[in-house]
Each structure stands twice: as C-alpha cells, then as structure tokens.
C-alpha cells in the first residue's frame, strides 16, 4: 500500500500556464516535504522544500502548498516554460529520516 | 565539481549473473544511499549508509547487499540477479545537515534477461 501517490502519471501545459503537480499521503507522522525535478538520463535534483509547520514555500516560479488536514501537496509553476519538462516526484520525510518518494508525474510544457 | 559519479551507466545481465554497482561522491557527505527506480513506482530505498562502517536495510533491500568502502565509496552488489532486477539504479548522497536533500548520480539502467 503507497503511503505517498502521484494520481497524475503525466501532465501536458502550454507554455506561460500554470502547472499543477499533486502528492497525496496517508501517513501524518511526515513532518518535512520535498519536490525533485528528473531530467531523462539524469539523476533527481532538489527542488523546493516545506516544513509542516508551515503551509507554503515560493522560489521564484515555484511554489508549494501544504494541506495537512487533507494530506495533500502540490507545486505550481508559473509561469510554465518549456524547460520545465521534466518527471516531478514529491518525496516526504518521516521521523527516522528517511524519504518516501510518489511515483512522480511527467509535465510537457508546450511552446 | 563531479558529486556522485556512478558506474557503469548501462548493463545487461543474465539471470543468475553477478555484479557490482559503483558509487562516488566528493563533497564529503556521512550518508550514501541506493534506490531504485521503476515506472509508476517512484524511487525505492534499497540500502543506505549513515557514516563509514555502518549500513542499513531500506525498504527493498532482498536481493543485493553492500560495502561502504569508505567515506567516499558505496557499492550495491547483485549476487544472483534476476528478471525482477532489471530497473534504473541511483546513488545518492547527503550531508548531515538537511540529510533529506540528496544528491543523485545519474543513473544505471540495468537490464537482467
């Protein structure tokens, strides 16, 4: 049972939209949250992070949101370029330290 | 200005062979870790490493075992691969603070017919 889901397995937007990117958890004992950005014939790199304390973290065009009574997170672009075609995973921290990753969602962005 | 180097990038097993995945990483990092990565499924933990001498099991560990050689050096190791191994491999590093913000290599597709 995926204690950490990406519902969307891909997800197309025309270039200057937004972009939505959800991950849904089951598990509150996760207390920090994280979103990686894969590139083909890449590894993973970090992308923005938020701490349950808090309900929203921007860096420049990225922005995410933390629901915790819903456990529910999302990461919006805005706006989308073409660049931003990637494969997204959230990955979320429990209380030994380690990541559980979604099963990630591939973004196109559309010129 | 490397950060994880892993090796080989591409690999074709047959079942029952063995192998050894080789990591790398120069930024001086305590924890390296092993995943694996396949469809719909996101990125498993397989081992990982909190500090030279010490390893631990991960959530999928059945089926590989590893060294840390040192600091620097973490291997995965395939004994007796088989079908159900053929996936994409990441190494991955972390410093002790922020230890959830991992620094990837780039990969080993490993195919095991």
């Known amino acids: 049972d995926q204690q950490v889901k990406q519902n969307s397995p891909s997800l197309s937007v025309q270039e200057g939209r937004i972009s939505i990117l959800n991950c849904d958890y089951t598990?509150?004992?996760?207390?920090?949250f994280l979103w990686y950005k894969k590139y083909p014939a890449e590894g993973p790199t970090f992308l923005i992070s938020?701490?349950?304390?808090?309900d929203k973290n921007e860096d420049g065009r990225f922005t995410v949101f933390l629901n915790k009574s819903a456990k529910h997170l999302s990461l919006h672009i805005v706006p989308s370029q073409p660049g931003d075609s990637a494969v997204y995973f959230c990955?979320?921290?429990?209380?030994?330290?380690?990541?559980?990753f979604g099963g990630g969602t591939r973004l196109m962005v559309k010129p | 200005n490397a950060g994880v180097t892993q090796t080989p990038k591409f690999q074709v097993l047959k079942t029952g062979q063995s192998m050894t995945l080789q990591c790398a990483q120069d930024?001086?990092?305590?924890?390296m870790y092993w995943y694996r990565q396949d469809p719909g499924m996101g990125l498993r933990l397989i081992y990982y490493?909190?500090?030279?001498?010490?390893?631990d099991k991960g959530e999928v560990p059945n089926g590989y075992n590893v060294s840390r050689l040192n600091k620097r050096e973490f291997s995965l190791r395939l004994e007796s691969a088989a079908p159900s191994q053929t996936s994409v491999y990441f190494c991955?590093?972390?410093?002790?603070?922020?230890?959830?913000?991992?620094?990837f290599g780039s990969g080993t597709q490993l195919s095991v017919l």
């Open positions: 991955a590093s972390s410093g002790d603070r922020g230890r959830e913000k991992l620094f």
């Open positions: 598990n509150s004992m996760f207390d920090y």
């Open positions: 938020i701490s349950s304390i808090k």
């Open positions: 990955a979320l921290r429990n209380a030994g330290n380690m990541l559980t």
């Open positions: 930024m001086n990092h305590n924890s």
């Open positions: 490493s909190a500090s030279e001498g010490t390893t």
